[in-house]
């Protein structure tokens, strides 16, 4: 088998890892290895966990293009996404499906509703279903079991994800949505101001909040972060801390919750608070998932690139199976799409 990976040499050089290599270092046949990678049966734990240790100290990966070769491609794509209920992620699924069958890939799409050993599980799943490549909106910060799929040969690339060494990325620049609906909310007049977050073990909420509070920072209202909710667990969460916040004596006048989501949680609640918005609160999301549009006022929110990510996304995949080493690209930027949930306190003006 082919491949194209590589391990240093003693006086600098390199040299392709070959199969044969790992067989070595393993001390077991080639043809073991070939079977322990493809997840056969028969492969007792203690040879597995030889040629797994083998694979990881050469860095040995299979050539996609010859796994193709070698067992077919299916012409199927898995997507694995966090969790489904979020409108977000049907919004994300949708444009990688129309993308991918206009590239004569069908998606087979599985849902890790954030449980970590659930996402484990998909990952065998998806090696099993011999898909010729995976694109995947992880739900936590742990990743090593995606290196299952490089055991297979089958190719990955993480969606509005970045980890540091990884190359196999398409991030969404987070950091500068959250700080460019920050900045808009500052400028409206608003320095009483309360954000609200699900858990940081998903990193795209701690980038979002760390470009709130740079924002925050550049106009002296850092101590705005003592209002900040954290860890909200859902909507009928994010509804009773909100409320607990609205009915404190320091009330905030604008909220800037770190998906569209959570503010659903925030309308209710400032209504049953008898306050209006955005006349007396106003409030911004993140996503603008497609009933942002149709709330009552319809919300500010921050768009993502999905189309763009999801063509990326498939792109990436194509060029791994083709053979190709195809170059990471640059962190993708989304748009602030202003509607009628922001209030300028300068002037009475709401936006």
Not at 134 to 142: A, E, F, K, T, Y
Not at 315 to 323: H, N, P, S, T
Not at 331 to 351: A, F, M, P, Y
Request: proline share 5%; net charge positive.
């Amino acid at each position: 088998m082919v491949v194209f990976n590589y391990k240093r040499l003693q006086f600098g050089g390199w040299k392709m890892a070959t199969i044969k290599d790992v067989a070595k270092l393993a001390g077991v046949s080639i043809c073991t290895v070939s079977r322990a990678l493809a997840n056969k049966e028969n492969i007792t734990p203690k040879t597995m966990e030889k040629v797994l240790s083998a694979v990881r100290e050469l860095d040995y990966k299979p050539n996609y293009s010859a796994r193709s070769l070698k067992i077919g491609s299916t012409d199927t794509l898995g997507l694995i996404v966090p969790d489904i209920t979020n409108p977000y992620y049907p919004k994300v699924a949708k444009s990688i499906e129309e993308y991918a069958e206009k590239k004569g890939y069908m998606i087979l799409l599985c849902n890790s509703n954030e449980d970590l050993n659930k996402e484990k599980r998909l990952v065998d799943t998806l090696k099993k279903r011999n898909v010729d490549g995976v694109i995947i909106l992880p739900c936590s910060r742990h990743i090593e079991h995606f290196r299952g799929f490089d055991n297979a040969g089958i190719p990955y690339v993480f969606l509005n994800r970045s980890f540091k060494g990884i190359a196999n990325c398409i991030p969404s620049d987070n950091f500068y949505g959250a700080y460019t609906v920050t900045k808009y909310v500052i400028g409206r007049g608003h320095k009483n101001i309360c954000a609200a977050y699900l858990g940081f073990e998903n990193q795209i909420y701690q980038e979002r909040f760390e470009g709130t509070m740079e924002a925050l920072r550049e106009h002296g209202l850092e101590q705005c972060a003592k209002q900040f909710i954290f860890d909200i667990k859902d909507i009928q969460d994010s509804y009773m801390r909100i409320r607990k916040v609205l009915e404190g004596r320091e009330r905030p006048t604008a909220l800037i919750a770190a998906n569209d989501m959570l503010c659903f949680g925030a309308y209710s609640a400032a209504s049953d608070c008898g306050l209006s918005i955005p006349g007396d609160f106003s409030v911004t999301g993140y996503d603008d998932i497609s009933m942002a549009s149709l709330m009552m006022p319809p919300l500010t929110s921050f768009r993502q690139p999905e189309d763009v990510m999801a063509k990326g996304g498939v792109d990436y995949l194509l060029e791994c199976i083709a053979g190709n080493s195809p170059a990471p690209p640059a962190r993708l930027r989304g748009e602030l799409v202003v509607r009628q949930s922001v209030c300028d306190i300068r002037g009475d003006t709401c936006l």
